[in-house]
């Protein structure tokens, strides 16, 4: 809209003298004329009226670092999707949405058979051992004592062996399912056998997703609750093949956001990928940043700057040079002393002052660096003036 206002000023006021322009040099004016629409003629007092400059492009080493449009990604090392591993109906839900928890926090507790016969299987087993065990040890002493007999002593001591070897798998089934040592005791110290599950929370993090109710009837399959830990965060970018080379992976690399302009959030690359996108040709570069602020939130838009490997040519205009309009971007070329002509170009942004030129110009043309917005305001009036007629 800026830009829109600002050509329409232009053209107010400068109208006549454009036309001044015209009529002063009529003759140069149709002896230069192309018939391209995109070009514009200037006579020489309106050049430097406007203060026009242009500049001769040639390519140059490519030092420092480029930028790329890049997006913030939850890091999923320091993720976790959260369910039962058991059936059972949810008896209560203890945490909401946009709460933080701690490692080992209980999310909410099911109850199921299933679980009560788990750990009524893990007690007996328990039961089973402890008696075994005694048993094992009168029989040595007695046989060590020679008052009992051999037979008694092995047959005592492989019932021991397998009731060792029952507790342990019980052991570790009971304890695959989410029960801690304490939640054990204390069925153990209990009348009965209690057929609830605690849900824990594997990491630390905020909730960012419920989806169980009191009384729901949940599957293992299903996926309770997802905590998500943001002290590290991933950025991507997409950078295009040629610009693979360029990666200096050893380096520090920076991400800026509108979000926070005063502010340089710091990072490394920890991966570069190694297919290229069919339709853009480009691969991502991904970066871990430390976000122990919480101030770098996942789908966040900003700019990646990337560190350059080597030293590598190409070639640059300032950023008064380029004008964007319906999406695309353009220059112009100085054909003549009094002839510039609208070209688009490709590009990507390389810093606050200056843009990297992809593809439209060569080396050894001129482009205008000042002057640019008028040009655009005289090639517009020209475009509105045919339509009229």
């Known amino acids: 809209m800026k830009k829109l206002r600002l050509i329409a000023y232009i053209l107010l006021v400068l109208s006549v003298l454009i036309s001044g322009c015209k009529s002063e040099s009529n003759e140069t004016t149709e002896e230069h004329h192309e018939e391209t629409s995109d070009t514009v003629l200037l006579s020489d007092s309106a050049i430097a009226e406007i203060h026009l400059k242009t500049i001769k492009i040639y390519s140059k080493i490519f030092t420092g670092s480029f930028s790329l449009t890049a997006e913030v990604k939850a890091d999923q090392n320091n993720e976790a999707l959260v369910g039962p591993l058991l059936a059972g109906r949810v008896h209560e839900v203890l945490v909401n949405t946009g709460q933080y928890v701690r490692k080992g926090d209980v999310l909410m ?5 299933e679980v009560g016969e788990l750990k009524a299987s893990y007690l007996k087993t328990k039961t089973a051992v402890e008696f075994a ?24 001591q ?16 009971i304890h695959s399912i989410g029960l801690s040592d304490k939640d054990i005791e204390e069925s153990f110290n209990e009348d009965h056998t209690s057929g609830t599950l605690t849900i824990r929370a594997p990491i630390s993090g905020v909730i960012i997703e419920r989806n169980v109710v009191t009384g729901q009837f949940v599957e293992p399959s299903e996926n309770a609750f997802r905590i998500l830990n943001t002290s590290s965060v991933w950025v991507d970018g997409q950078v295009f093949e040629k ?11 920076f991400f800026e956001s509108s979000a926070y302009p005063e502010e ?23 970066a871990t940043l430390q976000n122990s602020k919480g101030k770098l939130k996942p789908h966040l838009f900003g700019e990646m700057h990337i560190p350059v490997s080597g030293n590598k040519t190409a070639i640059f205009v300032p950023e008064s040079a380029v004008f964007s309009l319906d999406g695309n971007d353009f220059v112009f070329v100085k054909v003549s002393a009094d002839s510039f002509i609208k070209r688009m170009v490709k590009i990507r942004k390389y810093s606050a002052s200056e843009i990297e030129i992809i ?18 305001s005289v090639l517009q009036k020209d475009q509105i003036e045919e339509d009229e007629h």
Do not use: C, H, P
């Open 243 to 253: 610009d693979i080379a360029r990666i200096n992976t050893n380096a520090s690399i």
């Open 158 to 173: 492989a019932d021991y062996d397998k009731a060792k070897a029952e507790f342990k798998a019980e052991d570790k089934k």
């Open 264 to 286: 340089k959030f710091e990072g490394r690359i920890s991966f570069v990928g190694q297919m290229l996108d069919k339709q853009t040709r480009t691969v991502t570069v991904r």
């Open 359 to 376: 593809e439209g110009i060569i080396e050894g043309e001129e482009v205008v660096s000042q002057g640019v917005y008028y040009l655009v």
């Open 133 to 156: 065990k005694a048993n094992y040890e009168r029989t040595k002493k007695l046989f060590s004592e020679k008052i009992g007999s051999q037979k008694e002593f092995l047959m005592a």
């Open 109 to 113: 507790t099911v109850e199921g058979l």
